[in-house]
């Protein structure tokens, strides 16, 4: 099984819910505003967020919440 990547993880280090437009998730991922659309089209495509785009508004699915989840096991076994 392949996994797909979740290319809008880093927003959701600290919650499960972030609000920003597309060019301040470009700014603050160092990518332009075209690849964020991309990524956001994709990752709701796998299944990772939910997208409420009337306010800027992304939430973490269930599938996304147990993918940050297992990003923050695997940086602790390997940082510990």
């Known amino acids: 099984m392949q996994e797909h990547p979740f290319h809008l993880q880093e927003?959701?280090?600290?919650g499960p819910k972030v609000t920003l437009t597309d060019q301040e998730i470009a700014d603050a991922l160092g990518i332009s505003v075209e690849c964020v659309?991309?990524?956001?089209?994709?990752?709701?495509?796998?299944?990772?967020?939910?997208?409420?785009?009337?306010?800027s508004s992304y939430y973490l699915s269930p599938i996304g919440f147990e993918r940050v989840q297992d990003l923050r096991?695997?940086?602790?076994?390997i940082f510990s």
């Open 11 to 14: 927003l959701f280090k600290k």
């Open 37 to 55: 659309r991309r990524y956001r089209k994709q990752d709701v495509e796998q299944g990772f967020i939910f997208v409420d785009e009337a306010h």
């Open 73 to 77: 096991i695997r940086y602790y076994r």
